[in-house]
């Protein structure tokens, strides 16, 4: 089944809540889903369509000191290990260049190996820095340049 991977809707996050548990298995991140995000930067958040569904999504934006930062990018259970996250990254990488992006940046827990790996995959640098959501809360920060010839799009 062909995956069409169009600008994200707010709309679009009410049917990824509604199945969440396929997206992040056991960990609740709904807080995370803020459609405002949505509304104000949706050049930069992409949901992954097929017919049977959003098979994955990104949100994401560029800062004012032109890093593009992924919010948060998820996969469907049944969607995993076929190159849609990277599609996904690809996708807001081009819009965040158009933007002015010269670097990337992401989080994740530490506990995270899927996602350590994944961002390592793509070229990230992975980083613990602690305290970086709070007294206590380690969180590895990954970080990528984006070479000056790739930026323009």
Known sequence: MDTEITQARPADLHVVLAEHSRYWGERDLRSLHLVALLQEF?????AARAGDGIRGYLIGFVTPDATG??????TRDDSRGVGLGRRLYAEFERAARRQGARRMKAITSVGNTGSVAFHRALGFDARAVED?????RTMVVFGRDLPAADRDG
């Open 69 to 74: 930062y992924v919010h948060l990018v998820a």
């Open 132 to 136: 970086y959501d709070g007294p206590g």
């Open 42 to 46: 949706p050049a930069t958040c992409f």
